[in-house]
């Protein structure tokens, strides 16, 4: 019997490591100076090519990373926000092998507006967000709401502009995360007509914790 139960142990303890994967992580990829790194037990190897610009600055950052499997699904998918003074659209690749994020993926191709307008905050600081944006892409939602950092909630970003559907989706998922840094005191709202996102007053609006919010979504 006690060899019995040693063997059954032993083969869980090696079935429950073999499921959890090795990732790359960090930004760019070297084999020579990268390395794998243990996922969790529910996440998925993932790697992000995105464009875009904040606060007026052009960025173009691959990122890789683990991510949870309930915010993201394996397989590619495309994610795109225009918030004013924020813009992105990502190429998101999934996948469920060690060592699978290490291909490099094109980054989304340059998107249109596609006669959806929103509202939304034209510069990181404004007290009212009732300036409009034009919708580009996939952006077939306008969003709403309002993101306070988890250790200080006087710092308070107003959440508005163009979004896609699907990350309204995993905006709505992302409260489930355990140690996440911005937290929604109200759910957040997506709409699909002109102006449907209602022009609010806030506190204050931070830009790093709106790029924050949009970077911690892929880690």
């Known amino acids: 019997m006690m060899k019995l139960i040693l063997s059954l142990t032993l083969t869980w ?3 429950s490591t073999a499921e959890v994967l ?3 992580q960090g930004q760019g990829f070297d084999p020579k100076r990268s390395s794998l790194f ?3 037990s529910t996440e998925l190897c993932a790697t992000i090519a995105a464009r875009g610009t904040v606060g007026g600055d052009y960025q173009e950052p691959t990122l890789r990373s683990c ?6 699904s394996e397989g590619k998918h495309t994610f795109s926000l225009s918030f004013g003074f924020v813009t992105m659209a990502a190429s998101v690749y999934v996948c469920n092998t060690d060592g699978c ?3 490099d ?3 989304p191709d340059v998107q249109r507006e596609n006669g959806l307008q ?3 905050c034209d510069v990181p600081f404004s007290a009212v967000c009732n300036q409009t944006v034009q919708c580009v892409g996939d952006e077939d939602r306008c969003i709403s709401g309002t993101a306070q950092d988890k250790y200080n909630v006087d710092l308070t970003s107003h959440i508005s502009g163009c979004v896609s559907a699907n990350y309204c989706e995993v905006l709505s998922r992302y409260e489930l995360l ?3 840094r911005v937290k929604f005191p109200r759910p957040l709202k997506c709409c699909g007509s002109n102006f449907c996102n209602s022009a609010w007053s806030v506190k204050l609006n931070v830009i790093t914790l709106l790029f924050g919010l949009i970077t911690l979504t892929f880690y």
């Not at 991510?67 to 993201?72: I, N, R, T």
């Open 13 to 15: 303890t090696l079935s």
């Open 38 to 40: 243990p996922c969790d």
């Open 22 to 24: 090795q990732c790359w």
């Open 105 to 107: 993926i094109p980054f």
């Open 178 to 180: 355990p140690d996440r």
């Open 67 to 72: 991510v949870p499997s309930f915010l993201f």
């Open 118 to 120: 929103c509202f939304t």
């Open 101 to 103: 994020n290490n291909e």
